[in-house]
Every structure is written in structure tokens, then in C-alpha cells.
């Protein structure tokens, strides 16, 4: 999400680094430049065109200008002020009433509604500990229910049964009852959307809503709609309090219009993105980190989190420390690669770095991609403990004997040899602090040379 706006981020930000001093010209063809990224991300103009009204006058302030580094001052405003745009704080789900807890979503046809329901399932009961049950209500399409119904079996989520010829109503009543009944802590409605904004529809909306009095109503919406998500976000707000926005679709979206227009034009904040169809591609929404990454400063906190939910947080702690040495094994090499593919991919983990897109671009050129990532994973499994613990005793016999085994042959063993070689000593680099200046400048070329 937001690649595009990054991209421009970082070239009008270099300009403004380099720059010794800042005058208002320069200020303003920075600030020119950025309204108009705004506008290509598919912001509304008046959006783009507040944000410009707030960031420029303090840009310009005389403490800025004449202070010893007016780019990273300015960097500092634009990011304070995208924050404040993208939603100043962050809000989970509120699950303070008595259970169990009714939360409804809602959401125009094929915004992601059902997906959604289970991965919210999924992710209080992971995260807030809390037993979920799913109800339904979606009476118009055909398998609709079902497919709710579904999601649940598949993934172990209590889910109210489906009972033909029901309406609305009599669901939400039943579905109170059973959520009772079984314990259930949390009880999540999935609601029927249209392809466009009804009036039958909000008022089927407003009934259901008296009936459940849900303690919050999440509006479902499509990121790759942009501006027109946060339209729609406003027409049902105008209708139900709208205490929140999943926005669905976020791993498709590089312009990323709908979350920063969000706020201005529907005053409701974003609480998750959608980033991909499975269960457990849902991600909380903080404005700062979300920022961070808008401005290429990388979200090193969502990486690192990230990182600690999927491997557990001793693994992560043994190959930090590991690292913190300057030790890397090919163990290591093994865990960053299945850390990788946890992650989605090399492109996953690239959208968390900071100022990537130079390693990103030096990745492609080498054709480092998810393909080889597999691969590398059969040729390391393929080897023996010794062989892992110690690369260099691989000879020509080893080599031939893991290249059968991993499907391969010598030379790719070799290549991946000479890319653990470059790993360990790029991981040494790092370990002494130089990643700042390896995201700037990207890897160094006596590295890069190996990789090829
Ligand atoms: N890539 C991607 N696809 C999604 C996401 N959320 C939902 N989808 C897909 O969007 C389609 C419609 O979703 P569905 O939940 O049935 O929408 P509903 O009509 O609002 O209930 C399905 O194919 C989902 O897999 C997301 O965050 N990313
Ligand atoms: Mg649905």
C-alpha cells in the first residue's frame, strides 16, 4: 500500500536532505509536488488541498528555514501532519459491554464483508482471548449464509446455523440467544450489502441495528475504491453511527487514497486493513506506523511485531542475538527465508524496510525472487546438520548429493553458497550499525557483485 506515494516522498525528501539551507521556493516546489502525489493516490482534492493549506505555513516558519537542518524540520511537519490525517489515534475494537458482545458489519456488495467477519473472528480470538460466534443475516444472495457458515467450519469458529427462510430479524434474535447459550463472548453480524446505497437497504440496516444494538458498526470497504470508499463511508454514517473502517483490498492497493481521505471526508477512523484473502490477513491500522511507511522511514515496529507473532518471540531472540555477534549460520539463513515467506514474500518484508526501493530495484535486477526463496529452502533442508553448521565443508561430492535432493543442480548450489556468503557479511554490516546508511545507499556494491 502507498508504494506510489512513498516513492514521491522519498524523491522530494532527498532534495530537501541535500539542501543545505531551504527557501521558499524550494519549499514550495516540494509542497507542489506532494499535492500532486496526494491527487495521483487518489485523494479528494480538497483533502489534498487541506493538507497542503496545513503543512506550509509551518514549513515555512522562520525557525525552520534558518534552522542548521530545515529538510528533516519539514520531513518532521509533513509526517505529524499525515498522522493526523491518516487518524491521530489508534482504536481496537471496544469490548466493554456486557457479553456477549454484538459488533456489526456492514458494507456495499463484494467489499469484503464476509471474508472479514471470520478474520475478525479469528484475530479476538487470537488477540483479545475472547470465544466469537458468527451470525449472517445476509437473507438476499444465494449461499451467502452458507458461505459465512462455511468459513467457520473451515476455521474452527463457532457460527450460528443456518436456518432457510428467515428474515433479518428473527436471525438477529436467534443468533442473541445461541451466542448465549454457548458461552459466547463476542457475537459478529455479517449483513447483506447492494451494489450501490439503497434506501431499502439502510433501512434494513437501521432495524437490524435497533434490534442488535451493536456495541460497534464496522463499515467494510474497498481500498482499491479510493475516494469513493470514503464517500460511501459518510452515506452510512449518515445512517448508522459508524464507529470504525476495514479497509479490504490494502495488499492490492499502491495509491492508498481511500485511508488518507478517510478521516477528512467521513470523520471515521480506519481500524484494520484487509491485505490478502486468508484468515489471518488482517492488520491493525496505527496511523504513526502507517506514516512511517508513507514516508519510506520503514515500519520497522509493524516488521518487527510482525516477526515475533509468526516465529514465536525465542527464535526471534536467538537469531537477534546471533546477529548482534556478527554470527550467522545457515540455520539463520533458513529461519530469514521461512520468516520471508511467513511474511509474504521478499515484497512483504520489502514494504516494512526503510527507503527500500533502491534494494528492492537491486533485488529485481539480480532476480532474487519468491521462486528462489523456495528453492533456497529445499537446497538448506537437503543439507546435513554439519553441512548447515558449516558451509565450507561442502565439496564437490556434498554438492552433488544436496543438489539431488533438493531437485537442483551444483551450480545453484554454488549461487546459494555465494549468497549466504553475502548474507552473513551484510547481516555483520548490520550488526554494526550500518543499515541506516545500507538503506540509503543500498547494498554495497562489492556484495551485490556476488549476488550476480
Ligand atoms: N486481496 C484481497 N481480497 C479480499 C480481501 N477481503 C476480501 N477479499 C476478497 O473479496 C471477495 C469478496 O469478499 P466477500 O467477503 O464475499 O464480500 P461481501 O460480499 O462483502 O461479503 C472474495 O473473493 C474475498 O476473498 C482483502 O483484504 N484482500
Ligand atoms: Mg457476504
Do not use: W
Not at 516513492?7 to 541535500?18: G, I, M, P, Q, R
Not at 428474515?167 to 442473541?176: F, G, L, S
Amino acid at each position: 500500500m502507498f508504494e506510489n506515494l512513498t516513492n514521491k516522498f522519498e524523491e522530494v525528501f532527498s532534495s530537501f536532505k541535500k539542501a543545505p539551507s531551504l527557501d521558499e521556493k524550494q519549499v514550495d516546489e516540494g509542497l507542489k509536488t506532494i499535492r500532486k502525489a496526494l491527487l495521483e493516490a487518489d485523494v479528494a482534492v480538497d483533502v489534498a488541498k487541506e493538507f497542503i493549506n496545513k503543512v506550509k505555513p509551518k514549513a515555512l516558519g522562520q525557525e525552520i528555514i534558518r534552522s542548521t537542518s530545515p529538510g528533516q524540520m519539514v520531513v518532521k511537519i509533513v509526517y505529524d501532519e499525515l498522522v493526523n490525517f491518516l487518524g491521530s489515534s489508534n482504536s481496537t475494537i471496544s469490548l466493554n459491554a456486557v457479553p456477549p458482545v454484538p459488533i456489526m458489519l456492514v458494507g456495499l456488495q463484494g467489499s469484503g464483508k464476509t471474508t472479514t467477519t471470520a478474520k475478525i473472528a479469528r484475530y479476538l480470538e487470537k488477540n483479545n482471548k475472547k470465544k466469537v460466534m458468527m451470525a449472517s443475516l445476509d437473507v438476499y444472495r444465494p449461499a451467502a449464509q452458507e458461505q459465512l457458515r462455511l468459513l467457520g467450519e473451515q476455521n474452527n469458529i463457532l457460527t450460528l446455523p443456518v436456518v432457510e427462510n428467515q428474515q433479518p430479524t428473527d436471525i438477529c434474535r436467534r443468533a442473541i440467544s445461541a451466542a448465549k447459550l454457548n458461552g459466547a463472548e463476542v457475537i459478529l453480524f455479517d449483513t447483506a450489502g447492494r451494489t450501490q446505497i439503497d434506501i431499502q437497504m439502510m433501512g434494513e440496516i437501521k432495524q437490524v441495528s435497533s434490534i442488535i444494538n451493536p456495541n460497534e458498526t464496522l463499515l467494510v470497504a474497498d481500498s482499491l475504491t479510493g475516494q469513493v470508499a470514503a464517500e460511501v463511508a459518510k452515506e452510512f454514517n449518515k445512517t448508522v453511527n459508524l464507529s470504525g473502517i476495514i479497509l479490504t483490498r490494502a495488499d492490492g492497493d499502491a495509491r492508498g487514497g481511500a485511508a488518507l481521505s478517510m478521516k477528512h471526508v467521513a470523520d471515521v477512523p480506519v481500524k484494520f486493513l484487509g491485505i490478502g484473502e486468508k484468515i489471518d490477513n488482517i492488520e491493525a491500522f496505527y496511523p504513526e506506523r502507517i506514516a512511517n511507511r508513507i514516508l519510506g522511514m520503514g515500519d520497522i515496529v509493524s516488521l518487527v511485531e510482525k516477526a515475533a507473532d509468526e516465529l514465536g518471540e525465542e527464535n526471534l531472540k536467538k537469531t537477534e542475538e546471533n546477529l548482534k555477534k556478527g554470527q550467522f549460520s545457515m540455520e539463520d539463513y533458513l529461519t530469514q527465508l521461512r520468516q520471508m515467506k511467513k511474511m509474504g514474500g521478499i515484497e512483504g518484508v520489502m514494504s516494512f524496510l526503510p527507503g527500500v526501493s533502491k534494494i528492492k530495484s537491486q533485488m529485481d535486477q539480480a532476480g532474487i525472487d519468491e521462486k528462489i526463496v523456495a528453492q533456497n529452502e529445499a537446497i538448506i533442508l537437503s543439507m546435513t546438520k554439519q553441512e548447515r553448521e558449516n558451509p565450507k565443508i561442502i565439496n564437490g561430492s556434498r554438492r552433488k548429493r544436496i543438489a539431488n535432493g533438493s531437485g537442483t543442480d551444483p551450480a545453484t548450489i554454488n549461487k546459494l553458497l555465494k549468497q549466504f556468503k553475502m548474507m552473513s557479511e551484510m547481516m555483520k554490516k548490520m550488526s554494526k550499525g550500518n543499515l541506516k546508511g545500507m538503506a540509503d545507499k543500498g547494498i554495497p556494491p562489492e556484495l551485490f557483485n556476488q549476488l550476480k
